[in-house]
């Protein structure tokens, strides 16, 4: 892995990907598709693995077809829920091959628009590592994973996911996150129409500081707050 998030490349992404794949089948597995999956309200592993596999699917069909958009692809049918893993195993071998086999600067479908395959690569590197904590956590345990992408999805999650939120998310003053365990620092600051994020150290009325993969977690509200300062994340300012 490289020294910082802002270096990393489409081999990088896809490495994660492979890793994380085999990583969330076997969370499924040790979890039990019957358990509830706490972060993912009203779902159970079955589901979240159904999720994975449609996800997947459809990155895969709109860079093999000449669908416009997901609902001109086939509809993926959901199987019986003892071979949900083995009907996931077998799409992300599918994706991984695909992507592998794709130039990270080759334009393609993205939900935001054409984007540089990178974009893609990347995407669904941060998917499925976020989803195998919501496996893991569903039977109790969360393993690490390396603070470089965590960094990275902490960066995508506010550079790609918040501006798409808009109004939905309003923010009293200023935050700043910070990892702690690697490059990453972040400024957060409202304005009349949405939210500026800014890569930078700044002095937030609020801020964050910790390992990336809680800082993560917590971003994406797979733990409180409070479970996150019990985690060792530092908290200052008023909330």
Known sequence: ??????????????????????????????????????SCPGWTIADLVFHMTRVQNMFHGMLTTDAATPKDLPRLERVADDELIAQFESGASKLEQLL????????????????????????????????RFDAEMAGHSVSTVDAVMCADGIDELLSVFLPRLGDKVTMRGTVHVHCSDTDGEWMLVPNEADIVVTREHGKGDVAFRGSAQILLLALWRRISVDEAAAAGVEVFGDL
């Open 1 to 38: 892995m490289t020294a910082s998030y802002t270096d990393l490349k489409g081999r990088n992404y896809l490495h994660v990907l492979v890793e994380e794949n085999v990583r969330f089948a076997q969370a499924a597995r040790t979890s039990g598709l019957t358990a509830d999956v706490a």
């Open 100 to 131: 592998t086999n794709t130039a990270d600067d080759k334009e393609v479908w993205t939900f935001t628009g054409p984007k540089p395959a990178l974009w893609v690569k990347r995407r669904q590197a941060q998917e499925v590592l976020v989803h």
